[in-house]
T-cell receptor, first 116, second 115 residues
């Protein structure tokens, strides 16, 4: 079974509007972390936001917020006031504490395209 | 401060050649990771170092792949006798020791093309 599922291969959003990128995960580990990264065409993975499984509140970082629904095992990324520079691939990733190495498991990504 | 750097950024190899990819982590980051990203897919874990110790190499796809970090800083991923299926972007990431967040910060990657 896929550990991280991103069901939207591509998304369009109008500039200045908000957009939600979906991510569901699968783990039996009680302690885990969820990450979102942005990958522009240049190739570098840019860290956006982190949510710990025991965090009581949803994470926010500037225009990024994470809609964490633990019971549904979803961790959707919300980008408010989209900008043209937000056009990129977005990856959801999970770190499970049962893995001593703390490696990340990534989803397949969503390509976001912001229209002017 | 300086982020993670990788070199070369692009590498073209003929099938059967050996290649070496270098990663300079963020200063003070004891954890270092290598990932492989095939075209159109998410990165996949290859191997993990804590300081100079390679603690997990379960993701290395074959014994042609070898990684080292002899002094606990710079790391090299070596691929021997390259094959076409090795064509991918190789990403290096570093982080602080396992702890509360352990955010991994990535380098720009090395795009390897095997002809």
């Amino acid at each position: 079974a896929q550990k991280i599922t991103q069901t939207q291969p591509g998304m369009f959003v109008q500039e200045k509007e908000a957009v939600t990128l979906d991510c569901t995960y699968d783990t039996s580990d009680p302690s885990y972390g969820l990450f979102w990264y942005k990958q522009p065409s240049s190739g570098e993975m840019i860290f956006l936001i982190y949510q710990g499984s025991y965090d009581q509140q949803n994470a926010t970082e500037g225009r990024y917020s994470l809609n964490f629904q633990k019971a549904r095992k979803s961790a959707n990324l919300v980008i408010s006031a989209s900008q043209l520079g937000d056009s990129a691939m977005y990856f959801c990733a999970m770190r499970e504490s049962s893995y001593a190495g703390n490696m990340l498991t990534f989803g397949g990504g969503t390509r976001l395209m912001v229209k002017p | 401060g300086a982020g993670v750097s990788q070199s070369p950024r692009y590498k073209v190899a003929k099938r059967g050649q050996d290649v070496a990819l270098r990663c300079d982590p963020i200063s003070g980051h004891v954890s270092l990771f290598w990932y492989q990203q095939a075209l159109g897919q998410g990165p996949e874990f290859l191997t993990y170092f804590q300081n100079e110790a390679q603690l997990d190499k379960s993701g290395l796809p074959s014994d042609r792949f070898f990684a080292e970090r002899p002094e606990g800083s710079v790391s090299t991923l070596k691929i021997q006798r390259t094959q076409q299926e090795d064509s991918a972007v190789y990403l290096c990431a570093s982080s602080l020791p396992p702890g509360s967040t352990d955010t991994q910060y990535f380098g720009p990657g090395t795009r390897l093309t095997v002809l």
